[in-house]
C-alpha cells in the first residue's frame, strides 16, 4: 500500500458528493532524497481505484500518467479529437499518433480502457527532467481528495467531478522518483489541476525525509495551520503580482534587487523570475552570479565562515562546518520583489546544503540560464500561495523563523488549540 495512504487508514472510507464550493483540499508532500523531487500520491478511476504517485510540477499544462500498468478505470474517458478540450491545444493529428502504446489497444470504441481510443486528442507530453516529450493522448476521470476544513487536520474524502488529464506509455518517467507514475500540472494553463478544481493552491514544501513528516499542497486556499505555530500561516505573507507571458503556462514575477546581508548588488534592471518545483537550486545568469558569488564571499568571510577545498558539484562555493555554527550565521539574502517593497528573505537553511559525509556546506545556487529561476531547496519550509483569478504570488520566507516548518504529521481529528484572536 502506498506510504502516504497508511497514515490516512483511520479516515473514513465514505466518499462525500462534491459540493458546489467545497472545503479546501489537502494532499500530502513527499521529498524523495535520491532526485530532490517532490511528489504526491492521487486515487484516481472507480472500479478500480488507483493510487498514483504524480511529480509535482509549476509548468506543464496537464497532468499526465501511465494508463499501461494497472490504471483500469470504468469511469475513463478518452476525449475525442474533435472536442473543445482537445481543441485548446495543438493536438497531433489522431492518425499519426507516433507511439507503440496505441497498438496494444485492441478493440477500442464502444468502451475504451485507459489509454485507448479510436479517434484520441493526441498530444506530446513533456517530461522536464530528462527533457524529452512523449506521444499520449487527452481523458478524463474522476480523483479523490480529502478536504481540510479547519486548515490543520483531514476532512471528509471528496469524489471530483471529471479531470481532463493525459495518457503517456510506460517509458515517459526517466529520472523520476521511482514510484512515481505521472506528473501534476500546477501551472496556469486551463487544464492544469488548480484551474479545473479552484483558482487557489499553495505549497508547503518539506525539507526533511518523510520519517520526519509530510509537506502540503492545499487546493481552494487557506486558513493554513502549521503547529506549534497558532497564527493563520497566511498572517505572514508578502504578495507580488505575477506576470502573464500568453506563450507560457509558468509563473513568473519580477525581482528588483538581490541583497547580501543588506549590501545591494549592482543590477542594470529588474530580473524576471520563474518558480519551479523540479529545478533542484536556483540559478543564475552568469551576469548576476560572478557578482553574487564574490558579494556572499566577503560577507560570509566577515562572518568567520571558513572556506573549504573540497567543492561538492554542482555547486560553486563550500565552507566548513564548524562545531556550534547556526544557520542563523549565514549571511541573508533578500530578493525585493514587485513594486511595494516586498522582500523574499533567504536564511541558511534554504541557501546552504550540508553535506555531512565531506564536512562542508555549499552555496545552493547555480550558474546558468537566461532568467532567474527559484528552485525547490530555495521554497523548503516556505508556504507559497498562487492565485490564479487575481494573479498574485503569496509567501512566508522560512517557517523556521517562526518556530515551523513543513514536515509534519497531520491529524484527522484534532483538540490542538488555535491562538484566540478575542483574548
Not at 11 to 32: G, Y
Not at 306 to 316: G, Q
Not at 369 to 396: A, H, P
Request: aromatic share 10%.
Amino acid at each position: 500500500m502506498d506510504r502516504v495512504h497508511l497514515l490516512l487508514l483511520f479516515v473514513s472510507a465514505a466518499v462525500a458528493t462534491w459540493p458546489n464550493k467545497p472545503h479546501a483540499l489537502i494532499q500530502t508532500v513527499i521529498k524523495d532524497p535520491i532526485t530532490n523531487l517532490y511528489f504526491t500520491s492521487i486515487d484516481i478511476g472507480t472500479n478500480i481505484t488507483v493510487s498514483v504517485s504524480f511529480v509535482i510540477d509549476l509548468s506543464q499544462p496537464y497532468t499526465w500518467l501511465d494508463c499501461f500498468s494497472g490504471y483500469s478505470s470504468s469511469s475513463y474517458t478518452p476525449i475525442d479529437f474533435d472536442s473543445p478540450k482537445c481543441n485548446l491545444h495543438n493536438p497531433t493529428s489522431p492518425f499519426n499518433v507516433p507511439t507503440p502504446d496505441w497498438w496494444v489497444c485492441s478493440g477500442a470504441g464502444e468502451k475504451v480502457k485507459p489509454g485507448c481510443s479510436d479517434h484520441p486528442c493526441g498530444i506530446n507530453p513533456y517530461n522536464p527532467v530528462d527533457n524529452t516529450s512523449r506521444a499520449g493522448s487527452l481523458s478524463e476521470d474522476v480523483m479523490f481528495f480529502y478536504s481540510t476544513p479547519d486548515g490543520l487536520s483531514f476532512g471528509s474524502r471528496f469524489q471530483s467531478p471529471p479531470v481532463t488529464l493525459a495518457c503517456v506509455g510506460r517509458r515517459s518517467f526517466e529520472g523520476f522518483p521511482s514510484e512515481a507514475q505521472g506528473l501534476l500540472s500546477l501551472s496556469r494553463n486551463a487544464l492544469s489541476l488548480p484551474s479545473q478544481l479552484s483558482s487557489k493552491f499553495a505549497l508547503c514544501l518539506p525539507s526533511k525525509t518523510e520519517d520526519s513528516g509530510f509537506g502540503d499542497l492545499f487546493i481552494g486556499g487557506g486558513p493554513y495551520f502549521l503547529p506549534p505555530l497558532r497564527d493563520d500561516a497566511s498572517t505572514l505573507f508578502t504578495t507580488v503580482s505575477l506576470i502573464t507571458d500568453k506563450a507560457s503556462d509558468e509563473y513568473f514575477f519580477e525581482v528588483k534587487s538581490i541583497e547580501i546581508d543588506g549590501k545591494a548588488l549592482r543590477l542594470e534592471s529588474s530580473i524576471v523570475s520563474k518558480l519551479s518545483t523540479v529545478t533542484p537550486f536556483t540559478v543564475l545568469h552568469r551576469s548576476i552570479y560572478e557578482r553574487f558569488v564574490k558579494e556572499f564571499r566577503g560577507k560570509a568571510n566577515a562572518k568567520n565562515m571558513v572556506e573549504a577545498e573540497t567543492v561538492v558539484s554542482p555547486f560553486e562555493v563550500c565552507y566548513r562546518v564548524k562545531k556550534g555554527f547556526k544557520m542563523e550565521d549565514v549571511p541573508v539574502i533578500d530578493l525585493a520583489v514587485g513594486s511595494s517593497g516586498g522582500r523574499w528573505r533567504i536564511y541558511g537553511w534554504n541557501s546552504m546544503v550540508v553535506v555531512k559525509e565531506k564536512g562542508v556546506m555549499c552555496l545552493a545556487f547555480v550558474e546558468g540560464g537566461e532568467m532567474m529561476v527559484i528552485g525547490g531547496y530555495q521554497m523548503e519550509d516556505n508556504l507559497v500561495e498562487i492565485d490564479l483569478q487575481s494573479s498574485k504570488l503569496s509567501f512566508t520566507s522560512s517557517l523556521r523563523r517562526h518556530n515551523t516548518s513543513c514536515s509534519r504529521f497531520r491529524p484527522v481529528a484534532t483538540d490542538w488549540c488555535r491562538k484566540d484572536t478575542n483574548s
